[in-house]
């Protein structure tokens, strides 16, 4: 399993060295270049050159690109414009919210997902089934940033149930060490803060998992129809095993695979889908902050940014292969 582990490791230099390299030259070939960036659209002449003397940007691509990544390997993904504070600081920052959002989302995708689809596959062609299918539809097609602005409007302007933006209410004196807020209200003792810091979660994480929630019940659906129709259910049930046990040891369990998947690269993308749920919600993540990047030209964030998410969406799926092992011993990571 180690070694597997650590092949897989291997593969990631390359995709990720493509990826600086696609980042790289796209920052480049942007109007103005980096030394805009940093100066402004008002710069002048005299001061773009001066940036582009003290930076290198004047120096040829692959000298420049060999020294950027001399930067990443060493830790110093650059400073950001914005706050001038150092771009791996920023992220580190902000991460908790994010992974925290998205565990959120996903603890509703899946939670509701995988028994939707399963319910809907048991009950194939019948009214039941169809509604499944329909709310399914609904949930891929409607926008994530209409339905956040739909439910923030209902929920926490018109009704005021729930928060409408931010983490947590700031007025708590809540102690924070690992900047996951609901976990530090656990840890800390502090019960008021973790449940604000959930009711604070419940309008984005609900918007951000209608398309996972959506798709995981498609999949699940027909990956259950495809195995309860396979020779070896059929065999089992001609042999008069029991029901749970058909359900659970041969068709829940041989209808994973493909929902595991779907799971792991669903959960890899709430973390560049968040943005527009973020950015809604003003929910300090790093989509928030990426969506000001964009706006602000801050191309040190961009970079770093869309190269640490890329990483975690990597290791994300190297999880996901090392779980087919456990699921289904018969499939082997290679």
């Known amino acids: 399993m180690l070694r597997t582990i650590g092949k897989r490791l291997l593969l990631l230099i390359p995709t990720l060295f493509g990826l600086s390299v696609l980042l790289f030259l796209w920052v480049r070939a942007l109007p103005g270049g980096p030394a805009v960036a940093l100066l402004g659209e008002k710069a002048t002449p005299e001061a773009i050159e001066r940036i582009n003397e003290l ?27 914005m706050t001038s504070r150092p771009v791996l600081e920023e992220f580190f920052r902000r991460f908790p919210a994010t992974i925290e959002l998205s565990i959120a989302a996903l603890i509703i995708a899946v939670g509701i997902g995988v028994p939707l689809g399963y319910w809907a596959a048991r009950r194939q062609g019948k009214f039941s089934d169809h509604t499944a299918v329909v709310l399914s539809l609904v949930g891929i097609t409607i926008p994530v940033f209409f339905l956040a602005f739909i439910l923030k409007y209902v929920f ?16 708590l004196d809540a102690t924070h060490y690992t900047n996951f807020y609901v976990l530090d209200g656990i840890l800390t003792g502090e019960w008021d803060a973790a449940w604000d810091a959930i ?7 609900v918007a951000l998992a209608t398309i996972p929630l959506a798709i995981i019940v498609r999949i699940t659906r027909a990956s259950v129809l495809e195995v309860q129709n396979a020779d070896y259910v059929r065999t089992g049930k001609a042999k008069g095993i029991g029901q749970q046990t058909l359900r659970g040891r041969f068709i829940l369990r ?14 890899g993308l709430l973390l ?28 040190p964030v961009l970079q770093g940014f869309i190269l640490l998410i890329a990483v975690t969406y990597a290791l994300i799926n190297l999880l996901v292969d090392v779980s087919y092992s456990f699921i289904d011993p018969r499939v082997r990571v290679s």
């Open 55 to 81: 930076y290198g940007f004047n120096e040829p691509i692959i000298q420049q690109y060999f020294t950027w990544l001399g930067r990443l390997l060493s830790g110093d993904f650059g400073t950001s414009l």
């Open 156 to 171: 926490a302007v018109q009704l005021g149930w729930l928060p409408s933006d931010g983490r947590q209410d700031p007025r």
């Open 199 to 205: 009711l604070h979660l419940i309008l984005p994480a």
């Open 254 to 267: 041989n209808a994973l695979l493909p929902v595991v998947t779907t799971i792991g690269l669903q959960a």
């Open 272 to 299: 560049s889908g968040a943005i527009l749920t973020e950015t809604v919600f003003a929910f300090p993540g790093i989509g928030s902050f990426l969506y000001r990047a964009i706006f602000s030209r801050d191309y």
